[in-house]
């Protein structure tokens, strides 16, 4: 498989094999609205590091990290059972 250019630069591109895509229930939110509605309004920069990190999971839409609301949901949760936050 040859990888272009933005998927040498960032792992999280690399293609799903087969092309399969994920089935989404719900919409998915931007940095701002992660930030704004489920994180006490933590700056949206944040919100993209956490997501860098491995901290939050997102997805890429073309050039667009989002995040799917109960993935986000999930690992807050799971922050929270070990007494740390994100």
Excluded: C
């Excluded at 092309?19 to 993209?48: C, H, Q, S, W, Y």
């Excluded at 109960?70 to 936050?85: D, K, M, Q």
């Amino acid at each position: 498989m040859t990888l272009t250019g933005s998927q040498r630069r960032d792992p999280d591109r690399t293609p799903i094999p087969g092309g399969a895509r994920p089935r989404l229930e719900f919409p998915l939110l931007t940095a701002d609205e992660v930030a704004r509605t489920m994180l006490g309004g933590l700056p949206a920069k944040t919100i993209n590091q956490y997501a860098r990190e491995g901290r939050l999971p997102s997805i890429w839409i073309g050039k667009h990290r989002r995040f799917n609301r109960p993935e986000v949901e999930e690992a807050v949760a799971r922050a929270a059972s070990r007494g740390r936050r994100l």
